[in-house]
């Protein structure tokens, strides 16, 4: 994906449809598997945290989410 087209594509993550683009796959869950062929690095939030394949989870009451 190009950079306009992911920002053009984020930006409608908070409409009624979703993510819409071809290239972009969105779904929900409690737990995500990243794998692939080739030796990809991992980086969370400015950290090298290691390389695929890894498993995220999000555990409950962990993520608090505030609305107004």
């Known amino acids: 994906?190009?950079?306009r087209d992911?920002?053009?594509a984020a930006?409608?993550?908070y409409g009624?449809?979703?993510i819409t683009h071809p290239g972009i796959v969105s779904r929900q869950g409690?737990?995500?598997?990243a794998e692939?062929?080739?030796h990809v690095l991992l980086d969370i939030d400015g950290e090298a945290i290691g390389c695929l394949p890894?498993?995220?989870?999000?555990?409950?009451?962990?993520?608090?989410?505030?609305s107004t």
């Not at 890894?54 to 962990?62: D, H, L, R, V």
Request: no cysteine; charged share 30%.
């Open 16 to 18: 009624d449809e979703g």
């Open 30 to 33: 409690t737990r995500v598997t």
């Open 1 to 3: 994906l190009r950079r």
């Open 54 to 66: 890894a498993t995220f989870e999000i555990e409950p009451g962990a993520l608090e989410v505030v």
């Open 11 to 13: 930006s409608s993550m």
């Open 36 to 38: 692939s062929d080739q």
């Open 6 to 8: 992911l920002v053009r």
